[in-house]
């Protein structure tokens, strides 16, 4: 009954009834260890899974949104290439009507 009596007694001090109850999870988590194991590896192998397909979904939707914006890219230099052409044609037919008007003004004063 002493054992019990000090026991009792050592269970009313805080101090040692958590470091009681650390010590009791602790045996009670390494005797739950296998068990968990065998639980616990499926699951990590699921979630490893699932981030190595999200990874590849995420890479997937990041290359398909850089062929959209080369896309959208190479459509406005085509814009800016036929505008460009458009007002370069523009320019030279101003160039050339310019050219043949100075033309007429050089030989027809010299003609008169």
Do not use: C, H, W, Y
């Amino acid at each position: 009954m002493a054992i019990r009596s000090q026991l009792d007694e050592l269970l009313k001090n805080e101090t040692a009834r958590g470091v009681a109850l650390g010590l009791g999870v602790a045996a009670l988590g390494l005797a739950a260890l296998p068990a968990l194991a065998s639980v616990g590896r499926p699951l990590a192998r699921a979630a490893i899974k699932s981030g190595l397909l999200l990874i590849e979904r995420g890479r997937e939707a990041i290359a398909e949104a850089g062929e959209e914006l080369e896309d959208l890219v190479a459509e406005v230099r085509a814009e800016l290439v036929a505008e460009k052409g458009g007002l370069e044609a523009a320019g030279f037919a101003e160039a050339e009507e310019a050219a043949e008007a100075a033309e007429d003004a050089v030989s027809g004063t010299s003609a008169g």
